[in-house]
C-alpha cells in the first residue's frame, strides 16, 4: 500500500505531512515509557523483520499480490508508540533508498500505514485480551484478528484521502469497494504472519511481548470448596541466561537476512493491492516518477548487477542492515532519553542557598 507520488495532491500530501510529523513527535515521547532493557533491543529488530517480510509479496486473487504492513505486529511486540516508530523508519528508508513509496506521499504513507494500522490494531487487541481468558493462546488469537481489522482499516483511511485530495477523477464508490475487497483479502495473510511470528516470540520469551505483560494466568486454591487466587509468590530474580535475549536477537536477525536476501526471490511477482486497484480504476494516470528512481537500490536491486537473484538478495540484506542500524539509532536515542529523564537530579528547592552559603565566619 506503499502510495507513489501523484495519486493524492500537494495540500493534501502536506496535512498529512503535519499529521506524520505531529504522530512521530508523540510516540518519540510515548516510546520512552515502552522502551526498556528488553524492549530496546528487539524494535530495531522488528523494523528489520517488517522491511524484509515486506519484500516477500504473496498471491491474493485475480493476478494480484500483498505483503505484510506490519503495524499490529509492532504494536504487539514492542508496544503502539514504538510501534508507530518501527513502521515509519521503515517507510522512510523504503522511500529514499528502494524509491518504494513517494517522498512528497511520505506524509500519506506514515499516516495510513504507520499510524492507522498501528492505533486499531493495538486498540483491538487490547480490547480482545481483556475480555478473552488469560493466556499464551489469548495473545496469539487477539494477534491474528487485530491484524487481520488493522489491513482493511488502512485501505479505508487511503480511500478517505483520495477522495478529500485524488488527483484524477475515479468514483470514489469504485476506489472504495476495490481496495476494501482486495485488502479484506490481503488482511488474512497480515493476520497468519502476525500470529505465527507473536506466537513463536511468546513461546520462548513471552516476557520480550509488550501486548502479553500482565496477561499471565493467576493460580488458584480450592479453599472450602470455591476457587480463589493464591497469594502472589515472591518475585525471584530469573537466571542470566533466561534473561539475556541475545538468542532471540541473533535468531531474528538471520531470519531477517535469510528472507530477505533468499526467500524474497521467490515472492510473487503480480502487482499489489493498491497497484492493481490503480491500474484497474485509472488512479495512476498522474502518478509521478520516484525522485528516488536512480537510487543504486532502486526497485529493490543493486545496479550494476546483472544476475536478478544477486541484485535483489543483496538489496535485501543491504535493507535489512540498514533498517536495524537505523532503527536501533532511535530506539536507543529514546531510551537513554529515558534514563535521562529518570535519573537522580538535584533536591534543592528554588530560592535555597546551599549548605556553604549559610555558614558565617566565626
Known sequence: MHVPDGFINAPTSAVTGVVAAGAIAVSLRGARR????RTAPLAGLVAAFIFAVQMLNFPVAAGTSGHLLGGALAAILVGPFTGVLCVSVVLLMQGILFADGGL?????????MAIVTTVVAYALFRGLVKVLPRGRRTVTVASFVAALISV?????????MYWIGGTTDVSIGKVASAMIGV???IGI????????????VIAVRPDLVYGARGLRQKLQLRVDGELVDAPDAEPTPAPVAARSHRKVWITGLVTSLVLAGFVSFYASANPDGLEKVATDKGIDKKAKEHASSDSPLADYGVSDITNARLSGGLAGVIGVGVTIVAGSAVFWGVRRRRADDTSPTSTTV??????AAHSTKD
Request: proline share 9%; glycine share 10%; hydrophobic share 50%.
Open 152 to 160: 482493511p482499516a488502512a485501505a479505508v483511511a487511503f480511500t478517505l
Open 189 to 200: 495473510g497480515e493476520a497468519v504472519i502476525t500470529a505465527l511470528t507473536v506466537g513463536a
Open 104 to 112: 512528497t506521499a511520505l506524509g500519506v504513507n506514515i499516516t495510513d
Open 350 to 355: 528554588p530560592g535555597d542557598l546551599p549548605p
Open 34 to 37: 515502552e522502551l526498556d532493557e
Open 183 to 185: 485488502h479484506v483479502l
